[in-house]
């Protein structure tokens, strides 16, 4: 399932190599699943992650050390609750940082916490568009006006096409979001819609 096609159909065709990993395993030593990435990448570089399970940000950012290359990155669902404690060997923050910098779109299937976002769009500071899905049972204004205030106080100068997933969108919806933005000028120049469940806010 290339998503990204979506947003940029001109990615380059020798730049589709996508890893998918189906399955993490919490209690299994990371090395089991470090090992395996490392043997793909004997093979063929990787541009392309998606990991369909939920992931700990730790074993995230351990697979994304080994991932200089990567445009893209799909994930599940994050988990900040299941703690292992790394050597500096195993857990090499400093690079896994500097790859996720070259990460452009970004896709969470399933949200937790809005703190899920903010971890993404820390991590991943010069994505391009983000894809997330709305917490459930949340306020849909709430939830887009917190992210749009951490967007607008941290300067997040690439990101400029954020997508929400929310099984109640429609054209009303879309008509609140807007006012709320005007009113309290949390952007400028943008233009928002709807399709399907997807709400596309887009802006300069």
Same mark, same amino acid.
């Given at each position: 399932?290339?998503?990204? +096609?979506?947003i940029n159909s001109s990615i380059e065709h020798s730049k589709?190599? #996508?890893?998918?990993?189906?399955?993490?395993?919490?209690?299994?030593?990371?090395?089991?699943?470090?090992?395996?990435?490392?043997?793909?990448?004997?093979?063929?570089?990787?541009?392309?992650?998606?990991?369909? #399970?939920?992931?700990?940000?730790?074993?995230?950012? @351990?697979?994304?050390?080994?991932?200089?290359?990567?445009?893209?990155?799909?994930?599940?669902?994050?988990?900040?609750?299941?703690?292992?404690? !790394?050597?500096? @060997?195993? !857990?090499?923050?400093?690079?896994?940082?500097?790859?996720? +910098?070259?990460?452009?779109?970004?896709?969470?299937?399933?949200?937790?916490?809005? #703190?899920?976002?903010y971890f993404l769009m820390t991590f991943c500071p010069q994505?391009?568009?983000?894809?997330?899905?709305?917490?459930?049972? +949340?306020?849909?204004?709430?939830?887009?006006?917190?992210?749009?205030?951490?967007?607008?106080?941290?300067?997040?100068?690439?990101?400029?096409?954020l997508c929400i997933y929310i099984t109640k969108a429609d054209? @009303?919806?879309?008509?609140?979001?807007?006012?709320?933005?005007?009113?309290?000028?949390? /952007?400028?120049?943008?233009?928002?819609?709807?399709?399907?469940?997807?709400?596309? /806010? +887009?802006?300069?």
């Amino acid at each position: 399932n290339r998503w990204y +096609k979506y947003i940029n159909s001109s990615i380059e065709h020798s730049k589709s190599t #996508q890893l998918t990993i189906k399955y993490v395993y919490s209690g299994e030593p990371p090395d089991i699943l470090l090992n395996q990435v490392k043997h793909v990448l004997n093979l063929t570089q990787i541009y392309h992650l998606n990991i369909e #399970q939920e992931i700990s940000i730790n074993r995230l950012m @351990q697979i994304i050390h080994l991932l200089p290359d990567l445009i893209t990155l799909k994930i599940n669902s994050l988990s900040f609750y299941r703690s292992i404690t !790394f050597t500096n @060997q195993v !857990f090499p923050t400093t690079s896994s940082i500097e790859h996720a +910098k070259k990460i452009k779109y970004v896709y969470l299937e399933k949200t937790h916490k809005i #703190q899920d976002i903010y971890f993404l769009m820390t991590f991943c500071p010069q994505m391009e568009y983000l894809n997330v899905e709305c917490i459930k049972n +949340k306020n849909i204004e709430l939830f887009l006006r917190n992210i749009l205030h951490v967007i607008n106080n941290n300067r997040y100068e690439y990101l400029r096409l954020l997508c929400i997933y929310i099984t109640k969108a429609d054209d @009303q919806m879309i008509k609140r979001l807007n006012k709320m933005i005007g009113d309290e000028k949390l /952007l400028l120049d943008y233009t928002i819609h709807c399709e399907l469940y997807n709400i596309y /806010l +887009k802006w300069k």
